[in-house]
Each structure stands twice: as structure tokens, then as C-alpha cells.
């Protein structure tokens, strides 16, 4: 393979023994088989259909095929010597209505899946919602009604039962603060619904569904570990004006803490004054609820953003300055390269002592890349990969309590909205021929776990 890259000074010993290296996926990026054998619709399988939510109208029906193509994919895993595979359960593959009846062949597919990993050695780790509600229950009102609490719990035990004897390692959910953002505030991704009356209620719900999933995991598998996942960027104020620091601290506490402040039972952020019109949707009982005790917390880091005052945005009055406007390096999703940004995250969340442990589920980033010769050279990706995990180690080194790095992503794969277009994978994938090669980024990951 022809590379420009040097061999990395960095060595997975410097991580320690137990630190625990692998790679992330999520079901609807990667399955394909958008309604084989007897899978339900779910809110992307109605969003993608819909004109210009989609960049180009790509749509995940084929997306990488995984569904097919799930052992050789699992192969190249073992190739690359990575020991744990994060990926998540379609609940409509699981659960065609979002409840009642249990599609069999949904289960029997995880099963062959979860079987294969654990046939090459691989751990399988599984994330329960990764942002795929079937559509059956976005009809009853999705994440706005309370019911999906019972909903999501039904969903939970099922899984629970039927794959947590093999299965060690659980996330209840991934990002809510983009699902609930971007499908529920802005429309941008499914089910495309916007503003603030959707938004609230939709980020108590699944605050809510977090610590239920939780319970009924820790209920069914007292043995098994159970974490949760959050997407967290490092923010900084344009400048020091008073006026750009407050919003900073605004966005902070929306992309940052709203989460997860409730679940270690400190509640919502207090400011956050966005969200006055929640108390209509908070019971009696709700904050003690929504604490549970995780075995680890998932965080998720990109990039960083640059917060300033802006009077006309609503309710935030903050608006992010754009990487591209502040001509620093950009990825192909236009985010900032700031390697410091995983170390700032790890010390931001190292202050909570209710976090026993940090897992980081997901580090990467899309970079154009092109096949030359049939080989795929990704210098610019190894070295983020490279920067980032040096940053880890540095936070690690100080102390805080990071236990674990997955890449984003195996394959290039359905980037959302985006479409096609990001590729955030360390195996190439051409989509008309679904052929795979691996990028130099795979086989430096490769070398580091050897
Ligand atoms: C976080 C999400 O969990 C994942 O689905 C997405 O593809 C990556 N970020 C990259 O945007």
C-alpha cells in the first residue's frame, strides 16, 4: 500500500492493557434491506422518500449492504485486529409496529450477526436507538408522546432478552440531542418536524426513555455493562466580549449538558432559558426517575465550535462562526480539525464525579478520498485519527477516567442528510459495485492493534 504517512510513534501499550480500541457503526447507515423480511417502516424509510431532504435524494435502501454482506464486513474487522464492534438494532427490524408483535427474522438477523462477532473473537457492542423510530409510532406522535416511555421499554426488553446472553456491552441511545435537534427543532433530519413544541417535549421523552432503557437493561442483565452515548463539542466565545462568553456558555449547556446534567440528577441547565415551557411535560417524580447510576458514559467529539451573541436567533441568541469563515482546517462535513477539542471534552466531563467511566464511541472524520490504482491513500484522516488519539492519551495520562476509542466509521456509509457524499470510513466502498478497499487509515489502525 503506498502511503505518505511515517509510522506512527503511537503505541495502543501507552494506553494500558484493558484500554478497549474498536470501531462504530449504526443500522440504518450501513443495513440496506430497508423491508426485507418483515421489517416495519421506520421515520428515515418515510423522511428519505420525501423531495430535498436528502442531498442528491440519496436514500439508505442499499446503503452498504450490510445486511447481505454482514460476514464479509465482520471479516474485515478481524483483518484490521480490531476487538469490538459497536453497531446498532433497527427497533423496526425488531418490532415492525414499534410494539406488540416481534418480527422473528429481525432477531434471527442480529443473532447470525452478533453470533458471527463472537465466532471471530470480536465483542459486540450494541447501541439500542440509533435515531430509526419505526413510523408506525411517529404517527402516535413519536418522541413528543409519553407513552414511548412504555414503548421504548417494551423495545428494550426484547432486545434484552433475546440477544443479553450473549451480548456484554449496552448503549441505550445515541445522541438525543441530534435526534431530537435536528428532527424535532430544525426538520432537518427524520421525521422533519420543527420548532419548539415538538422540541420539548421530544427532549423530555427521551431523557426520560434513557433511564427506563437503562433499568429494564440493569433488570433483565444485572451482569451486563450499560452505558448511553452523547455527541459533545468543545465551545469557545468568539471573543471575550461578555455578551459572545454568555453565549457561549448558552450553547455549551445545550449541546453539552442537556442530557446528561438530568440523568446524573442534576436537571435540566438552568441556563437555558429555552426551555421555560418544559415544566408542562415534567410529572411529579420525573427528575428522580431520569437518574440512573451507568457503568460508563459514550461521548462522542468531532470538532469544536465558536459561539458568538447573535440578537436574531431565537431563543439560544447564539449563532456558531463557521470553521470555513475562520479559515482554520475543515473536514469534507465543513467541521473544524481541533484535536485539542477530545482533550478539553474528556477534562470537561472528567468534573462529574457521578461518571464512573468514559468510553469515546465515536472519533473520526470525512475527508475526500479517491482510488488510485485500487488503492485508496487517506493521509489527511490518519493524522486526525493520530492527533486525536494523542490528545486522548494526554487526558488519560492526567488522569481522567477515558477507558476506550471507537473510529467512526468502518465503511463509508449514509452520512443522513448528507447522503453519500461525507465518507467517514476506513474501508472505501463504491457504492454502484459495493466493492470494499481498505484506506490507508484501516491498515495504520491495523498496525497500532497489532
Ligand atoms: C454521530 C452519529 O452518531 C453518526 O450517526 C454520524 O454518522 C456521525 N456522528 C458523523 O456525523
Redesign the pocket.
Same mark, same amino acid.
Given at each position: 500500500m503506498k502511503s505518505n504517512i511515517q509510522d506512527t510513534p503511537l503505541n495502543k501499550q501507552l494506553f494500558g492493557e484493558d484500554f478497549i480500541w474498536g470501531i #462504530?457503526t =449504526?443500522a440504518v +447507515?450501513i443495513e440496506g434491506a430497508h423491508d426485507a423480511d418483515g421489517k416495519g417502516e421506520s421515520i428515515w424509510d418515510v423522511f428519505t422518500q420525501k423531495k430535498g431532504k436528502i442531498l442528491n435524494g440519496h436514500h439508505h435502501h442499499i446503503a452498504t449492504d450490510f445486511y447481505n454482506r454482514y460476514q464479509s464486513d465482520i471479516d474485515l474487522i478481524k483483518q484490521l485486529n480490531i476487538p469490538n464492534f459497536r453497531f446498532s438494532i433497527s427497533w423496526s427490524r425488531i418490532l415492525p409496529d414499534g410494539t406488540g408483535e416481534v418480527n422473528q427474522a429481525g432477531i434471527d438477523y442480529y443473532n447470525r450477526v452478533i453470533n458471527y462477532c463472537i465466532e471471530l473473537g470480536i465483542e459486540p457492542w450494541l447501541t439500542l436507538y440509533?435515531?430509526d423510530l419505526p413510523h408506525a409510532l411517529e404517527q402516535q406522535g413519536g418522541w413528543t408522546n409519553r407513552a414511548i416511555v412504555d414503548w421504548f421499554t417494551e423495545y428494550v426488553a426484547v432486545c434484552a432478552n433475546a440477544f443479553g446472553d450473549r451480548v456484554k456491552h449496552w448503549m441505550v441511545m445515541? /445522541?438525543p440531542s441530534?435526534f431530537t435537534g435536528a428532527g424535532y427543532f430544525l426538520g432537518i433530519h427524520a421525521p422533519g418536524r420543527k420548532g419548539i413544541k415538538n422540541f420539548l417535549p421530544a427532549i423530555h421523552h427521551a431523557v426520560l426513555c434513557i433511564a427506563a432503557g437503562a433499568r429494564t437493561l440493569r433488570g433483565i442483565l444485572p451482569d451486563s455493562e450499560i452505558g448511553t $452515548?452523547f #455527541?459533545c463539542s468543545y465551545i469557545e466565545p468568539y471573543s471575550a466580549k461578555p455578551r459572545d462568553v454568555a453565549a457561549a456558555i448558552r450553547v455549551d449547556a445545550l449541546l453539552n449538558r442537556l442530557f446528561i446534567e438530568p440523568i446524573l440528577g442534576l436537571g435540566y441547565p438552568a441556563e437555558l432559558t429555552v426551555l421555560a415551557g418544559m415544566d408542562k411535560y415534567i410529572l411529579p417524580g420525573d427528575m428522580d426517575s431520569v437518574k440512573f447510576d451507568f457503568d460508563f458514559i459514550g461521548l +462522542?467529539n468531532?470538532t469544536r465550535e465558536i459561539v458568538e451573541h447573535s440578537f436574531f436567533t431565537p431563543y439560544i441568541h447564539a449563532s456558531l462562526v463557521k470553521a470555513e469563515k475562520r479559515k482554520v482546517p475543515i473536514t469534507a462535513?465543513g467541521w473544524e480539525v481541533y484535536p485539542a477539542s477530545i482533550y478539553h471534552i474528556l477534562k470537561k466531563y472528567d468534573l462529574y464525579p457521578q461518571i464512573r467511566k468514559v468510553y469515546l464511541t /465515536?472519533s473520526?472524520a =470525512?475527508f475526500k478520498d479517491e482510488v488510485v490504482d485500487d488503492l485508496v491513500d487517506d493521509p489527511k484522516r490518519v493524522e486526525y485519527l493520530q492527533q486525536y488519539l494523542q490528545q486522548v492519551l494526554k487526558a488519560k495520562n492526567e488522569g481522567c477516567k477515558v477507558e476506550g476509542y471507537f473510529i467512526? $466509521?468502518l465503511t463509508d456509509?449514509f /452520512?443522513?442528510a448528507e447522503g453519500y457524499h461525507?465518507r467517514?470510513g476506513i474501508i472505501y466502498v463504491d457504492f454502484e459495485t459495493q466493492q470494499r478497499i481498505i484506506k490507508s487509515s484501516g491498515l495504520w489502525y491495523a498496525g497500532l492493534l497489532r
Open positions: #462504530s =449504526a +447507515q440509533h435515531w445515541n /445522541e441530534v $452515548t #455527541s +462522542q468531532y462535513m /465515536e473520526g =470525512a467512526w $466509521t456509509n /452520512e443522513w461525507p467517514f
